[in-house]
């Protein structure tokens, strides 16, 4: 480029030294122009030029390189156009003409028995070596991912099968120190010994005393309950345990108990077979579901064949945990028979055996049910959209007849695992009776009315009798919500590990089992011997 002025600094002229701008001449008016003037345009000229010319040559070099376009066409073109001269840019018309292909493919149906590339490194060696056209590669790129996410799809649901078979099979250690302990109790009189000892026991039918009831197999799992309630209690004294097992495990629960004191608290442990009135005359639905053939079907049949490619990973383990084998054992269904088996009993605290204490409950009988049966945490509104987002819908089938016309989708739902039952109420309604005839209704239906447990019959039956209590004394989803605030969990009185992820399981939440396992004796003799051992990870404070 050049600048000349003219001797009388007429005009002063500007050119390109390759002749590919025209002369530009900017003439000055007939007058003397001062040094002081001429160095402010000087001055001016040298800063902006550079932000017009060094672009334009770096763009022309660019393009002389490519052989792609004269140096003129580089000047006044395309790549820098759109930002000065409004030109159209190469590289947006490629994702453009790119994303139509795309478009156009994704509404194509991938032909089956198509050879895919399972991985990206041989889509792209694939493309290579065939130097595909936009389509075809986007047709190969669809179809790769589609297998990609199919197979992903088989894996989580895989994964999610394996969950459910290790949470319905028994950890052999808990298994054999349920052996060890029945041992003993054959073997050790100390075992053996009454429970609670003669001179205390007036005191299981005194209503003066803070009950609780526990229903379950587990021998670690009450332990846990057991020592967390006396943890947390202001007053143990006060305290009477019921806790009630199936005949193969009683002598075990039995023995451990004998042998670990619960002192100052007093503990009982009864079988289901030490229950007069557990008879089949009283309880004829539960036998019906027991030997029921869609039932054995349901809980008992092969899995696998209800796996559905279509479904989510959740879908898929709310639909395994609603077979479980759990829910059809009598042990489930207690607690809707708690005023027969406890007639002396006005309120009573019951326990599921997945739940940890962690403040002192006696409050609880505190609380005015205001003629109410049930007190218990509702579960449609909460912080956890996942966890406490159940209301009916999420449990019945409102496509059934029956239920469409009995019940109301939006009703709150509530929880199981830590309620307190007004017996003296629970008395003067049909609660059980209810209970039993929508079990009858759901087995001439196939099970086609609901399939989870034996919440969905209870939500039916305590219709109206339901005194919702704060949420703070029950926090639900530590078995399937990994994501669980750890502060609320620390506020809570009672948390709940409901789902597949049980604390004493491989399969737990490691950040959230430690507040289960500080309350496991790891140095008790028959924990030791049964390799029950603490995990290692860091214990959490609660």
Not at 180 to 190: G, H, K, P, V
Not at 209 to 229: E, R
Not at 388 to 395: D, E, I, L, P
Not at 487 to 503: C, F, L, R
């Amino acid at each position: 480029m050049q600048l000349r002025f003219s001797p009388s600094m007429r005009s002063i002229t500007i050119s390109s030294t390759n002749g590919f701008l025209d002369l530009m001449k900017i003439k000055v008016a007939a007058r003397y122009i001062s040094y002081r003037t001429f160095f402010h345009f000087v001055l001016f000229a040298a800063i902006l030029l550079p932000f017009f010319f060094i672009p334009a040559a770096m763009v022309t070099l660019e393009r002389i390189n490519a052989n792609k376009c004269s140096s003129l066409e580089c000047l006044t073109g395309r790549r820098w156009g759109p930002r000065f001269l409004g030109g159209a840019d190469d590289s947006t018309r490629l994702v453009s003409e790119l994303y139509k292909v795309l478009d156009q493919v994704n509404m194509e149906e991938i032909p089956d028995g198509r050879k895919t590339p399972e991985s990206f490194n041989e889509l792209l060696s694939d493309m290579k070596n065939n130097q595909y056209d936009a389509k075809t590669f986007a047709i190969k790129l669809k179809s790769t991912i589609e297998n990609l996410d199919r197979e992903i799809r088989k894996s989580r649901l895989a994964e999610q099968m394996h969950k459910h078979f290790a949470a319905s099979a028994i950890p052999k250690g808990i298994h054999c120190l349920s052996l060890r302990l029945t041992d003993e109790y054959s073997s050790n009189a100390r075992a053996r010994k009454q429970l609670p000892p003669p001179e205390l026991l007036t005191l299981l039918s005194n209503n003066f005393h803070h009950h609780f009831v526990l229903a379950t197999d587990n021998i670690l799992a009450a332990s846990v309950v057991v020592n967390s309630i006396l943890k947390s209690s202001s007053k143990p004294e006060k305290i009477v345990f019921h806790v009630i097992t199936d005949k193969k495990t009683y002598a075990g629960m039995h023995a451990w108990f004998a042998l670990n004191s619960v002192s100052p608290a007093i503990i009982e442990v009864k079988g289901v077979h030490q229950f007069d009135w557990l008879t089949r005359e009283n309880v004829p639905v539960l036998e019906a579901i027991e030997s029921h053939n869609v039932v054995r079907n349901h809980y008992h049949g092969d899995h696998v064949r209800g796996a559905n490619l279509s479904d989510t990973p959740r879908l898929f383990a709310s639909k395994l945990q609603a077979r479980s084998p759990k829910y059809i054992s009598i042990l489930n269904h207690l607690r809707i028979y708690l005023p027969e088996l406890f007639p002396n009993l006005n309120k009573v605290v019951f326990l599921d055996d997945d739940v940890v204490i962690q403040r002192d409950l006696t409050p609880l009988w505190d609380i005015d049910l205001g003629g109410k049966v049930n007190g218990a945490v509702e579960t449609c509104r909460g912080e956890d959209g996942w966890v406490m987002s159940k209301r009916f819908r999420t449990y019945f089938n409102f496509s059934h007849p029956l239920i469409a016309k009995n019940l109301d989708p939006d009703e709150c739902a509530w929880a199981y695992g830590m309620n307190i039952f007004d017996l003296a109420a629970w008395r003067k309604t049909n609660i059980r009776d209810t209970y039993h005839h929508w079990l009858k209704e759901n087995l001439k239906s196939n099970l086609t009315m609901w399939k989870l447990g034996t919440l969905p019959p209870a939500l039916i039956s305590f219709r109206g009798n339901v005194h919702p209590i704060d949420p703070s004394w029950h926090m639900l989803g530590l078995g399937y919500q990994e994501k669980t605030n750890i502060k609320s969990v620390k506020k809570a009185a009672v948390i709940h590990y409901n789902g597949q992820s049980k604390p004493w399981l491989e399969i737990a939440f490691k950040h959230l089992q430690p507040f289960w396992t500080k309350h496991v004796n790891y140095t008790n003799d028959f924990i030791r011997n049964c390799h029950i051992m603490e995990p290692e990870y860091q214990q959490t404070d609660g």
